[in-house]
């Protein structure tokens, strides 16, 4: 495919285990993609190699490179392009944007991965057009982008959005961040996994532990536990913040109506006085992330 000097930016979703980088163009066709595992170590390099990497493949489809967008978890000052604390990736006060930027001569973006996910859902995806919704990616972790009045909350020290940390299981499970019963503990993929094994199962993955239900006891009874929990943490969501839709994704949401059919009717069994809103897949999946980036780098453009 030629892209014969279209305006084209590079877009990177930097997660704890790889890295997923794209040439988007300006109707959001993906010109090139490459993903690569991220390193345990000097990872600003891989990165840097990556980004160039992208733009070599632009160019050898003709297209003109306009800026870069890269997202990463952690707590960000995204106006400053600054990565405060990113745990899994050891970063700490890391000013990325300034440092792509004198790499590749380019306007550079740097945002948050779930709310650049919402971004994208809100764009192109399950919430397109919404001003009031929440997205919960559910992976090897939870988080949460919050849209409020059209306005992404990020919080004071950017750090709004850690839903898997809402500690909902009082004296519960030890979680990783030093707090006990936090909901990820129960939900996430890891901790639904984990829980399985502790109580005497398989070393599975979430997915074929859902793959079990009906035919496995042990999987029904910690997977029922799963699904109230993540009903009481979108129940606290829903009285907060009233959204029209929560769009769940990460691979938690391709359990299907293992799901989402307990799932509502645990939400509306804890809201005594009003109804719930519509709980959907997210239908950008693991791409969201990505998207989001194209999106801030064109911004940034």
Not at 59 to 77: I, K, S
Not at 92 to 121: F, K, Y
Not at 208 to 233: C, H, M, Y
């Amino acid at each position: 495919m030629t892209a014969s000097g279209r305006p084209v930016v590079l877009a990177v979703d930097l997660g704890g285990t790889a890295m997923k980088g794209a040439v988007v163009g300006d109707d959001r066709t993906v010109l090139a993609e490459i993903a690569r595992p991220t390193p345990q170590t000097e990872i600003v390099g891989a990165l840097r190699a990556l980004l160039r990497d992208l733009r070599t493949s632009a160019h050898a489809n003709g297209a003109r490179v306009v800026a870069a967008g890269v997202v990463t978890p952690g707590m960000l000052d995204e106006a400053r392009g600054i990565v405060h604390y990113a745990s899994n990736l050891g970063w700490r006060d890391l000013p990325l944007r300034d440092i792509l930027h004198d790499d590749l001569a380019l306007p550079v973006a740097v945002g948050h991965d779930v709310r650049a996910a919402g971004l994208a859902e809100r764009t192109v995806g399950a919430a397109r057009a919404m001003q009031d919704f929440v997205l919960v990616p559910i992976g090897t972790g939870v988080a949460a982008a919050l849209v409020s009045a059209g306005d992404t909350i990020t919080g004071a020290t950017g750090a709004a959005g850690e839903f898997g940390h809402i500690p909902v299981v009082p004296g519960g499970e030890q979680c990783t961040c030093g707090q006990r019963g936090c909901l990820e503990v129960y939900v996430s993929g890891a901790g639904v996994a984990r829980r399985y094994r502790n109580a005497g199962g398989a070393e599975l993955s979430t997915q074929e532990i859902a793959g079990r239900l009906g035919r496995d006891p042990l999987a029904d009874r910690i997977w029922s536990e799963a699904v109230d929990v993540l009903a009481q943490g979108l129940d606290i969501l829903t009285l907060l913040l009233d959204p029209n839709v929560i769009v769940l994704g990460g691979g938690f949401s391709e359990a299907g109506d293992g799901l989402f059919v307990p799932l509502a009717e645990r939400m509306r069994a804890g809201l005594a006085w009003r109804e719930p809103p519509q709980v959907v897949r997210s239908s950008l999946g693991s791409d969201a992330g990505r998207i989001g980036a194209g999106l801030l780098a064109f911004a940034a453009a």
